[in-house]
């Protein structure tokens, strides 16, 4: 009789649970992306829901005050016969005062993705609006005592160098680079501009690394490689 009492007492939970994400993550719209330990069995649908699409623009999704884009790309290998390959999610712009992603203790402004045509995550990446050198250190130097001492390179883009950190775990690869900007290019509007650093970092499931590098360059993506 108790054993059956026991079984008639768990399986409400058990139906309970069905049907939920097993990652645990929740939209982004209520609360940033915890990318350390990231399970990349999470839904892209459980992060952006249908009821973050905005109402004002197709294939947008609002969240919190940010604007995502959706595109879907092809390879671009045969003009006119072209293969989709990927859909990549684009923060289009994003404010200091939104937190959508933290790794640790450090914040991150905005949060880009791309997944295969199933639906599949295959790349994380999230960006911090500004962020100083100091900030830089602490996070190579806690990674470091995570996941042990990154690989160091340099690259290049529009003239500038800067350097990528990279850690290589088992089942995904973590990139990290912090980038001057000068604010140039940027359009300020009643004030002056503000030159300052932004970082990088980059999350790739493994699995997929060979159609990530060398294919993944637009927008927030440029600084992977």
Known sequence: ??????????????????????????????????????DFNTKISTLLPKETKSKEYAGYYKVKSEMIEVDTVADGEFIGSEKPVRIEYRQRSFSTRDVLANFDDFEFNAINFV???????????????????????????????????????????VGQDFDIYTWQLKDRIIRYCMVFDDEKSTLKIGGEKNPHYQSYLYVIKKEFQNQIFGNVSSGDFVFLE
């Open 115 to 157: 997944t295969n045509m199933d639906g599949k995550l295959m790349l994380i990446n999230a960006v911090a609006g500004e962020t100083d050198k100091g900030k830089t250190e602490d996070f190579v130097s806690n990674l470091n005592k995570k996941y042990g001492n990154s690989k160091n390179t340099k690259s290049e883009f």
């Open 1 to 38: 009789m108790k054993k059956l009492l026991l079984i008639l007492t768990i399986s409400p939970f058990v139906l309970s649970c069905d049907g939920q994400d097993k990652s645990g993550a929740k939209s982004l719209s209520e609360e940033s992306l915890q990318l350390e330990n990231f």
